[in-house]
Structures are given as structure tokens and as C-alpha cells.
């Protein structure tokens, strides 16, 4: 097809779309407004600008459009640039420029072209975004738009991104992020001796891959960096106290700095053996005064189980009266019991000051069975104060229930242990001023 052709073509082209054909001036554009045919550049096949309703101060505006045929001789269009700000010498230019590559044997649509670069200018502009994306990011688009709205609560997932996570991997690219760096993140973890902290961070960040992932801020080939690390084994603490840091913890105790219901939940943990979640929870319909005894309607194993009160365990309990109408652990705004996390929050933040600190709550329930059991306390009655259910063939016969012999090691226990530390002059007083104020912000969060 000839030069001749080619214009006559268009110039059908155009007169068939209903444009003004002619050698358009920057007067001719100037005065172009909506409603107006489109002007047709003669001796630019194809270019027109096609008038858009004006602009609110009633500045004109239009779309520079090149029209076309492919080889194969369908009709398209694009769009070369916005009128006024490009202007009719720009669009000329434009208009070489795409002719040039409707000429082209090896390429002739323009409107190809324009989507290559297109969709690599978006490619290039994700490729920035997500290099800006970092895991601190990513950990706070996944705390306030998932966690915050679906879990009940919050914060042990906010704790453990922000203390874990976010000091360590924080500033890095997400989509930078290897299984090699998550499983060196959760190694430091377990070298720490906290192989359960380490399992539960590995969750909270895949979780929060996964959720970076489905909202698009990272491609959705992206392979999760969490996927395939092991978890960490959970080893079992066999931790308890010698008899000098029994006598130590004893007395350090009155005067710690934790609120008065930590220190009573761990007291009782020591005196009765029951876990710090059932303590916590305990209702004052539960307490039999008359008969010291603390009813458990259900348990770990799932059954009901009666805890023998000592006189000291019981002192502590009525002490406590008055406090609420129900719980015998109340949150400071009354909603509710304290959560069992609050006792181990306030016990990582003092045991500092104890002289050792390689202690964890729950080792004040394994440190009383095992001085239980060298006051000489037969095994049997061991499971009945600990609530262990013995499914063994023995026990399958022996249905007695062992009441009156765990009160019994119970009350040697408690009074073992005033004998072992007895309590100071003036600690009832210090017990009562020992950080009650400054932790109640601890216990309401949790």
C-alpha cells in the first residue's frame, strides 16, 4: 500500500467517524469544544482530538487518539496524551512515534506495545512497592486487620511480633525474607531456653505471610519463608527449687514487687499444687470454708476435682473476701477474673530481684510435689492432690479417693514451709503495699 492509499484510507476513515478534516492549527485546538465533530489532522492519518465535556472553571479538555489497522485489518485506537496538556506539536510527535510501530513488520499494533510497557511499568512499580514493604509492615497490616478483628484477643500475637519478631527482621523487605532467616529467628528463640515461645512466633509469622500474601502486598507465587521450618521441640522443665532457694523465694515473696493477687496465686500454687489457670478462675461458690475444701467442677483431664485446703491456703482465700461478689481473683475493673498470663507477666518483670532468675511460675507446682514427696508423701496421694489421672490397672481397682490422706500431706506441707522461712516481722503490712497499685494496668490488659 502506497503513501496515496494509505492517507486515502484514513481520510475514509475518519469522514465515516464523522471528523473535520483539515490541517489543524494551535487556533483550530484552541477553539475545539464538546459537542464539536472531531478534528482530524490532515497529513497525520489517524490523529484526532475528540472534545470531553469541559472542566468546572470551564477550561476545554479533549483526548488525542491515533487510529489504525493492524495488518490482519482490524480498526483500533489509543490513546496518545490529554489536551491541553499536551499540546498539537506533542501529539504529532506521539503520533510519529506510534505509526512507526504500526509500520514495523515485526510489531504493527501499537496498542500491544503500549500494554508491554504498560504491564511492565506496573511489574517495575509493584517490584518497588513490595521492596519498600518491610516485615514491620507486614507484622502491622496482620495485627490490625486480621488479629484485632478476629481474635478475642489481641495481644499475646502483638507481643510476641513486636518483642520477637520485628527488633530483629523488622527493617528487612518481606518478600527479602528466607526460611534461612526465619530459622535462625527461631533458634535464637530455643537457645534462649523458650522452645514454646519459638513455636508460637514461627505460627504468628507464617500466619502473617500467608495474610501479606491474600491481600496482595506480596505476589502470589511468593513461597511463605515459614514454610518447612521445624518446630522447635518442646522440652519438658524438670526445674525445682533446692531447699535455699525454697527459703529464698519464701522470702522474697512478701515483699516483691507484684500486685497482691500475683502474689496470693503463686502462694497458693505452692501450698495446693493447682495450676495457675484453675487459681485465677476460682469462684467463691467453689469454697466450702466449713469443710476447707475448693471445689473444681471440671479440670485439665477434663473432671471434677476437690482441692484439700491447708489453714494457710484457706487464710489466704478469706483474706481475700470482699473483693468481688463472685471471683476471688477479680481484674481491677471487676470484669472478670485476671488471666493466668497476668501472674507470669509480673513474675518476668520482678524475679530479677530474687538473686535467680532461671524460674518460671509453673515450677512452684512441680517444687511442691517434689517436697511433698520427700516428706515422705506415697505416690498415690501424690495423683490425688495433683489431679494426674492414674488409668493404670491398680488404680482401675482401687476406687478410694484419698481425701483425708492428701489433707493430711497438704497440712504437713504448709506447715513445712512456715517452718522452713517463717514470716517476718511487719510482712502482713508489706504484703498489702507490695505493688498492688503499680500492676493493675498488667492484669487489666490481660
Not at 62 to 78: C, D, E, F, N, V
Not at 230 to 240: C, I, N, Y
Not at 281 to 307: C, F, G, L, Y
Not at 360 to 381: E, W
Request: with cysteine; proline share 5%; hydrophobic share 35%.
Amino acid at each position: 500500500m502506497n503513501q496515496v492509499q494509505y492517507s486515502f484510507q484514513y481520510r475514509f476513515l475518519d469522514h465515516q467517524c464523522m471528523g473535520t478534516l483539515k490541517h489543524l492549527t494551535g487556533l483550530d485546538v484552541s477553539r475545539h469544544k464538546h459537542g464539536d465533530p472531531p478534528l482530524v489532522d490532515d497529513g497525520y492519518p489517524g490523529l484526532r482530538l475528540e472534545a470531553l465535556l469541559p472542566l468546572k472553571d470551564g477550561g476545554r479538555r479533549g483526548s488525542w487518539i491515533y487510529r489504525y489497522r493492524t495488518k490482519a485489518g482490524h480498526l483500533k485506537q489509543i490513546k496518545l496524551g490529554q489536551f491541553p496538556v499536551m499540546s498539537l506539536a506533542d501529539a504529532r510527535k506521539a503520533w510519529a512515534e506510534q505509526k512507526k510501530i504500526r509500520d514495523d513488520p515485526l510489531r504493527g499494533d501499537p496498542r500491544i506495545e503500549l500494554n508491554k510497557v504498560k504491564t511492565a511499568s506496573r511489574r517495575a512499580h509493584a517490584e518497588k512497592r513490595q521492596a519498600a514493604y518491610s516485615v514491620k509492615d507486614l507484622c502491622d497490616h496482620y495485627l490490625e486487620e486480621h488479629v484485632d478483628k478476629v481474635r478475642k484477643r489481641s495481644d499475646e500475637p502483638r507481643r510476641l511480633l513486636e518483642r520477637e519478631v520485628v527488633p530483629v527482621l523488622g527493617s528487612r523487605a518481606a518478600i527479602g525474607i528466607l526460611r534461612k532467616d526465619v530459622h535462625e529467628l527461631v533458634q535464637g528463640i530455643v537457645d534462649r531456653d523458650a522452645p514454646r515461645v519459638a513455636g508460637m512466633v514461627r505460627l504468628e509469622l507464617r500466619a502473617a505471610f500467608e495474610h501479606a500474601i491474600s491481600a496482595g502486598r506480596l505476589p502470589a507465587e511468593h513461597a511463605n519463608p515459614c514454610d518447612k521450618v521445624k518446630a522447635p521441640p518442646q522440652r519438658k522443665r524438670q526445674r525445682t527449687f533446692s531447699e535455699s532457694e525454697l527459703t529464698a523465694f519464701l522470702r522474697w515473696l512478701p515483699t516483691a514487687r507484684v500486685s497482691r493477687s500475683v502474689r496470693d496465686a503463686m502462694q497458693l500454687e505452692l501450698l495446693t499444687t493447682a495450676r495457675q489457670g484453675e487459681i485465677v478462675a476460682m469462684e467463691w461458690r467453689h469454697i466450702d470454708e466449713a469443710r476447707a475444701i475448693w471445689h473444681q467442677p471440671t479440670s485439665k483431664n477434663a473432671r471434677p476435682h476437690d482441692v484439700m485446703l491447708s489453714r494457710q491456703a484457706l487464710a489466704i482465700i478469706e483474706a481475700r473476701r470482699g473483693l468481688h461478689a463472685q471471683w476471688v481473683f477479680p481484674r481491677p475493673d471487676g470484669a472478670g477474673h485476671i488471666a493466668s498470663k497476668a501472674i507470669g507477666i509480673q513474675q518476668y518483670a520482678a524475679k530479677a530481684t530474687l538473686g535467680f532468675s532461671d524460674w518460671t511460675v509453673h515450677d512452684l507446682r512441680r517444687t511442691a510435689l517434689t517436697g511433698l514427696a520427700k516428706l515422705g508423701c506415697p505416690r498415690v496421694v501424690q495423683d490425688r492432690i495433683s489431679n494426674h489421672f492414674d488409668s493404670s490397672v491398680a488404680a482401675i481397682y482401687d476406687r478410694h479417693q484419698y481425701d483425708d490422706e492428701a489433707r493430711s500431706w497438704l497440712q504437713t506441707w504448709a506447715d513445712y514451709l512456715d517452718k522452713v522461712s517463717p514470716r517476718a516481722a511487719g510482712a502482713d503490712l508489706l504484703m498489702e503495699m507490695g505493688g498492688e497499685v503499680s500492676n493493675e494496668k498488667s492484669e487489666a490488659r490481660a
